[in-house]
């Protein structure tokens, strides 16, 4: 419409009429940017949890048993407090004992076998007695010479038993001797206790192995003995034996297989005394405390290998969830980032997808208390991303970093 | 400074992954969503009960709605807590108006926030949502300023002429008119009724003083009258 000259309008109703019409556009125009903005930045948020692969694994009981205290040296000091034995965060090597179960009932089995032994040597003179007598009515020489070596044999038997069932027992002993030894070491290097009693301990345990050794001598003897009179009774096999000194030699030869077989058990279990740690690290959970009966299985202590060197995690595990679209595959570029402030965000390679769906642990889980199944893969960690075993890293697994920033050269990693 | 701005938005107890930058995230998108949901129900309503600031509540509940999920984080302790304040609220006061009931749930929703030891979170929805009702405010969102005067005069003697010199005067006058009604009154008299749009309010005298000033132009009203607001 053309006409005279408009009124100006005023800056006052420009202004408000800005704000009332291009206003509401602009604000929404910028705060559409801004959100598209944020958008993509929501995007490159971690969408998924990894956990590094820690080994945690627990020392179990080889017996049924009651827990004795045993000293723990860590870092070869022992610890200056009262308890002497394991607490949380000490340090043990493998091999190292970490507990005993009470022997108590293995050295009374020994005593038994012991008597046991000693019976069977009252009762074969008796046998061997009664065979005498009844030979004495036979003419038969060779018949009574063969009945000689089977008492001979049988005696020899016996004397292998008993040696080693005394071979048992000291060696029973000589492992307490050390046990006490390794105890007393440190406290006689802090002066707390004298060095003779220290010498004495070691007198007493040399003495032990001197005489194991003896007996480990004799028992050959009397092994060499036995094959003997063996062999010489195997010469006479044409000759049936009277059937007197099988039923009188019988029960004895059969109580002498079953102390074998308990000496053999009595091995076992002694072996099954010693709780020792399978692998370098340190305690990180305790279960069972000295003076506590335990059952044959039954966890002590759960070692943890935590910052041993050579030993630092490689690989984190981590879950893709099923809801996610997503699909995971070996050699596909994903972000980590360790929760600790100031840690970088780092790239790495998928190196292993697992072969099923499975439930997520809850503690990767976006929210604990809802249930979710996603496929596992493994990543190995970049040499600069330092994490601890069981630390939780934040994953992305956005197509976006394959596609922008898809490295060409293969990524440096722990495991080569 | 940065530790004292990260003690502020980064502060939250036992909050999940995301951080200041994701509630920003929601509580914009919540917002431009609330916008256009306004934007559809102004355009699309028809009838004469219009409240602007109804229009206004269909802005800020979603990004209410969305803090509250946000501070929830899924508890069903949180939920029924929330149930039972706003019952109680709701019991005790008689809320006349939407807007009310808007200011009644964003002050329920900082309380659960700041309770909930989620600082950061109800910090920077506090700012939000305060930021939306200025903008709110001061855009006038809901209200349809279309006009804001009422001009009725009649017109005697040739209605072709003088509607061509109304319009010249219009012109000058209004930046914008619409003619509401036109009403033949006599043999050669007409009634018209225009809404228009002032370009200067203040000067809007001088608009009846150019009416009246010319002929065949007669019972001139110029009816000065608010935006649709409330009806």
Redesign the interface.
Known sequence: ??????????LK?KWR?F???A??IL??IA??L??LG??R??GQ??NGLAEVERKCVPVAAGADGKLVAVSTIAGGLARSNDHNYWALFDRVHEGQVIARLDDSLVRAAVVTLQEDVERLKVELPAAKEKIRVDALGREDNAARHRLNLTVQAEEAEIDVLDRKAQIEADEILLKRLIARLQYNEPLVRNKVIAAAEYQVIELERDEVQKRIDGNREALKEAEKIRDGAQRRLASYSDLADPPEVETLIGPIRAEIRTQMLRIDELNLQIRTLDIVAPFEGEICEIHCWPEQYVRRGDPIVTIAATGVPGEEPRYAIAYVPETQRIRPEIGMVVGLQSRYPGNPRVQARIAQVGPQIQEIPPHLC??P??PEWGLPVRIPLPDDLRARPGELL?VRYSKWISSKSEPTEPLPGKDG | MNGFVEMLFDSDVGA???GP??A??IL??A??VG?FIGWVYMWTHRGLSYSQTFVGSLVVIPVLVAMMMMLMS?SIAFAFGLLAVFAVVRFRNVLKDTRDTTFILWSIMQGLGVGTMRFSTSLIAALGVATVLA?LR????G?R?RFDAVLSLQLSGNVGSLMSQL???L???C?RTLLANQRKTGADSTSVSYRVLL?????SH?LQLALENCEGFGNISLFLREDESEV
């Not at chain 1, 419409?1 to 005023?10: K, L, S, V, W, Y």
């Not at chain 2, 370009?199 to 000067?203: G, I, K, L, Q, S």
């Open positions: 419409m053309t006409g005279g000259n408009r009124i100006p309008i005023p109703h009429r704000r009332y019409n206003m509401p604000c929404f705060c559409v801004l959100m944020l958008w930045h929501q948020m971690s976006r929210d208390a809802r934040d | 999940g992954s995301g930058l994701t920003l995230f914009l998108l917002f431009v916008q899924g903008y001061m855009t006038s969102f209200s300023h319009k010249r005067i012109y000058e006058h930046a370009r200067d309010p203040e000067r001088e």
